[in-house]
């Protein structure tokens, strides 16, 4: 067997995983494709485009003019933000409770981890989380979290179980990469996993049987090397990986979410070189003169201010150039796609003239335009919590006490002061909410650095410091009202009461 062959799917999916990454990095790896994203015209291919031809030397010039708009790199970004401007909760057994803090083996948090996942599935709408642990782990240590992209999930095959529930029994990853010589140089080495279920020889496999991996080369793979890892004396009997894409865990892949985008950014930057194109041609005018012909000696004019033309009798000359007809249809065409880029893009999520709205009309209004956005949360989430089971599984603890909630509130309404009085007063009024949830959404907003306890201390702290000048009167605030029965005042001693005392 070839450890290099793909799914068939993954060959499908290649060109589309291709295109969305060099649009997210952006102008340079476009650019650096050439013809793939910019075809030459048909006057630079008849001028001849190898190395050193004319027609190579007007598609270079023709391609540093053009421009491409960092649109998909915008749109993931904002999507990003949306989706993380809360953060996810996390719900572990106590023995796994390290893993929020360091759940990869570089040491990220779960809360990071999750943000690369959610990336990845709005990039290429596929990546694989596998649970691995260092083969000299120790008591007390943890397994981590290794993220695959789509593109190193070169190989998997599932069977069909009872109930039409997906048995994963391989799994192909390849993790070649560039590897420091001796002397410093670099040189790339082929490297895969492997992750077996069952016997390799059935394809169908579905039953018990222990997980077992191994690592090669593309030459040196044997099942007979294949090793069933041991955690606290523990085997698996299920390989520890886990498919994510943009809507689902399953082991099929789907589009890119944002691959529509992708290809409109690429039509975009096709019609920006065209137009660019145009508006230089309409500055290179050729001089033509007529009635006359000039010897090679004197077949160089100069032209402009301080240029001479002598002709004879009867001649003319006159400038010619392409006509400017087609460029007010150009820049119309132009303004229509990055309409429609901006209607597609995440740019509908961000402010605008919709931050003046209430906070239930924009919550409507982005809820009408969130569905993928929010498939993509829960999707991301569900498949982080199913890795985390593994573990749990493979320490002998309940995967039923791991949860991932992700953010699924896109909106984030501002605390104003005007808001924060009126939940004073509704609170004067008898509202059931405390002074500590009051401070908690100051905090969220970003009023006070403090938590409640240290709040609480800061404001007894001023209550003793403060000149009685500046005290205000028993009776009266700083208005002149009289203040509510309810509203909690200053004790005795000079100091606010606590909630319980109020």
Same mark, same amino acid.
């Given at each position: ?19 969305? /990454? ?24 008849? =001028? ?7 027609? !190579?030397?007007?598609?270079? #010039? ?17 999507? *990003? ?44 709408? /596929? &990546? ?14 943890? @397994? ?24 994963? =029994? &391989? ?25 077996? &279920?069952?016997? *390799? ?6 039953? %018990? ?14 099942? +007979? ?5 041991? *955690?606290?004396?523990?085997?698996? =009997? +299920? ?24 290809? &409109? ?8 070189? $065209?137009? /660019? ?27 402009? #201010? ?5 002709? @004879?009798?009867?001649?003319? !000359? ?27 893009? !995440? ?26 956005? =929010? ?65 908690? *959404? ?12 240290? %709040? ?5 702290? %001023? ?10 009167? $028993? ?7 009289? @203040? ?14 606590? +909630?319980?005392?109020?």
């Amino acid at each position: 067997m070839s450890l290099s062959s793909v799914h068939p799917e993954y060959t499908d999916l290649f060109g589309s995983w291709s295109l969305m /990454r060099d649009t997210y990095k952006g102008e340079k790896a476009v650019k650096d494709k050439g013809i793939a994203y910019l075809p030459a015209t048909s006057s630079m291919i008849m =001028n001849g485009m190898q190395v050193g031809g004319a027609g !190579a030397a007007m598609y270079d #010039a023709y391609k540093m003019r053009s421009y491409f708009p960092d649109i998909v790199v915008e749109a993931v970004h904002a999507m *990003l933000g949306v989706m993380h401007n809360h953060p996810p909760e996390f719900q572990l057994p106590d023995k796994m409770s390290g893993l929020i803090e360091r759940a990869t083996d570089n040491g990220e948090s779960l809360a990071m981890l999750l943000r690369r996942i959610n990336e990845q599935q709005i990039i290429a709408g /596929r &990546l694989g989380l596998l649970v691995d642990f260092d083969s000299g782990i120790k008591v007390g240590e943890l @397994p981590y979290i290794a993220l695959y992209r789509a593109e190193a999930i070169k190989n998997w095959d599932t069977a069909t179980a009872t109930l039409g529930r997906e048995h994963l =029994n &391989l799994v192909v990853l390849d993790e070649s990469g560039m590897v420091r010589d001796a002397d410093f140089t670099w040189t790339k080495k082929d490297r895969y996993r492997v992750l077996v &279920l069952g016997d *390799l020889s059935e394809n169908e496999y579905v039953g %018990e049987a222990t997980y077992r991996f191994g690592v090669y080369t593309d030459e040196d793979f044997s099942e +007979e090397k294949l090793i069933a890892p041991r *955690l606290i004396g523990r085997q698996l =009997n +299920e390989i520890p990986f886990t498919f994510v894409n943009s809507r689902d865990i399953a082991a099929k892949p789907e589009e890119p979410p944002l691959i529509g985008l992708a290809r &409109l950014a690429m039509l975009i930057y096709r019609s920006e070189a $065209d137009y /660019r194109q145009s508006l230089f041609l309409q500055g290179q005018d050729t001089l033509v003169i007529i009635g006359t012909t000039t010897d090679a000696a004197d077949s160089r004019k100069h032209v402009g #201010a301080n240029g001479v033309i002598s002709l @004879p009798t009867g001649a003319d !000359a006159k400038f010619i150039g392409v006509s400017s007809t087609g460029l007010p249809e150009q820049r119309v065409a132009l303004e229509n796609l990055y309409n429609s880029a901006t209607a597609r893009g !995440a740019k509908m999520l961000d402010g605008g003239p919709s931050s003046r709205e209430s906070g239930e009309a924009l919550r409507i209004r982005i809820a009408a335009k969130t569905a993928t956005l =929010n498939e993509v949360a829960l999707a991301g989430a569900f498949g982080l919590q199913n890795a985390l089971r593994h573990i749990a599984k493979w320490m002998d603890l309940d995967p039923e006490k791991v949860r991932v909630v992700p953010n699924t509130d896109f909106t984030s309404s501002e605390l104003s002061g005007d808001n924060l009085v009126k939940i004073m007063t509704a609170k004067g009024l008898g509202a059931p909410i405390s002074l500590q949830s009051v401070h908690d *959404l100051m905090k969220e907003q970003g009023l006070t650095i403090y938590d409640f306890e240290e %709040e609480v201390e800061k404001i007894e702290e %001023e209550a003793q410091i403060l000149p009685q000048n500046m005290a205000v009167g $028993d009776n009266e605030d700083a208005s002149g009202a009289t @203040p509510q029965a309810d509203t909690p005042t200053a004790s005795s001693d000079g100091s606010r009461p606590r +909630e319980d005392d109020a």
